[in-house]
């Protein structure tokens, strides 16, 4: 949403309405970050610039670094993998912390700058490529935790990618759009199938609010850091595949009622959703953002029973 328009001349109030006093901001906060002239001068000398297509949005608060780093938790055996380091501002941060970082970017301008900026971090690695076609069991033996800033066009695949993965991480820390990362936590009422997605693995929560000032160039919305625990098992008795395939087809039409949706979606006669809803203790009328993940185990468990998935 964009910032709203202040009107010219208006003197500012340090009381809010009601005659509430407004809090004071944090003092980091005010660094010079006016626009970030080290980061426009390390793109300039690198003759690179924010990439669009690659939704690259820097981040230049120190508060906001702080947030991430301290949600990681590391300590320092611990062994991270970045994905999209930019110019690797997080990166150092992670690195004075943890055992070993290892930076995916996709972008090669970025990887032959990260290779200058970051070459007096003995514990970094940068390596040139896509995460949703990197295998972790290839780069960690071991436990290893995922911080990311992820732009919205990549956020679904890669979180799926990286929780299916033969070795997911323990813990996910990323920054996405505030609305995504509202729907990421929602509960039954208000969920979507992004939200299913990540809490049939993980445990998610918001950690901080980050304003679209925090970077550069600013993105429209602002942002938010989740913090999300890794189960190891999932958070509910299902296979993934017919699990998903019956939460796939409930949320294709989020508007209409599930003995409406699940035969067009899921090939079964018309007459054979009704039974099986009502057997799993759900009222054929309720939609998909209603359900809860119990909800949804038990209906796959009766499609599978009936063996319509």
């Known amino acids: 949403m964009p910032p709203e328009r202040r009107q010219r001349g208006r003197a500012r109030t340090s009381i809010r309405k009601g005659g509430a006093p407004r809090r004071r901001a944090d003092p980091r906060r005010h660094t010079d970050l006016n626009p970030s002239r ?30 991430i780093v301290a949600a990681a938790e590391l300590a320092p055996h611990d062994d991270v993998l970045e994905v999209g380091p930019g110019l690797g501002v997080l990166t150092r941060a992670l ?3 943890a055992r070993r970082v290892v930076a995916i970017e996709i972008d090669r301008g970025m990887v032959a700058a990260l290779a200058e900026t970051l070459a007096d971090q003995a514990n970094v690695e940068v390596a040139e490529g896509d995460a949703l076609r990197v295998e972790p069991a290839d780069l960690f033996a071991g436990p290893y935790k995922l911080v990311a800033n992820l732009p919205y066009y990549i956020t679904s695949p890669l979180l799926r990618h990286f929780f299916e993965a033969a070795r997911p991480p323990q813990r996910m820390v990323v920054m996405v759009q505030r609305e995504v990362a509202e729907r990421i936590v929602a509960a039954p009422g208000a969920l979507s199938l992004l939200a299913v997605s990540v809490q049939f693995y993980g445990r998610p929560r918001i950690v901080g609010r980050v304003p679209a000032s925090a970077f550069l160039p ?10 999300i625990d890794v189960l190891g098992k999932p958070a509910v008795a299902a296979a993934p595949g017919p699990f998903f395939k019956v939460v796939s087809a409930g949320f294709a039409m989020p508007r209409k009622q ?41 209906l796959t468990h009766e499609l599978q029973a009936r063996h319509l998935v």
Do not use: C, Y
């Open 38 to 67: 080290e980061l426009r001068s390390t793109l300039a000398r690198f003759g690179l610039r924010p990439r669009k297509g690659f939704g690259q949005n820097f981040l230049v608060d120190p508060f906001v670094l702080d947030q």
């Open 95 to 97: 690195a004075e912390r």
């Open 218 to 227: 600013a993105p429209k919305v602002d942002s938010a850091i989740v913090a």
């Open 258 to 298: 599930l003995h409406n949706v699940l035969p067009q979606k899921i090939w079964m006669p018309p007459d054979a959703v009704g039974p099986a809803l009502e057997a799993a203790g759900i009222d054929p009328m309720r939609r998909a953002q209603t359900l809860s993940l119990e909800e949804w185990a038990r």
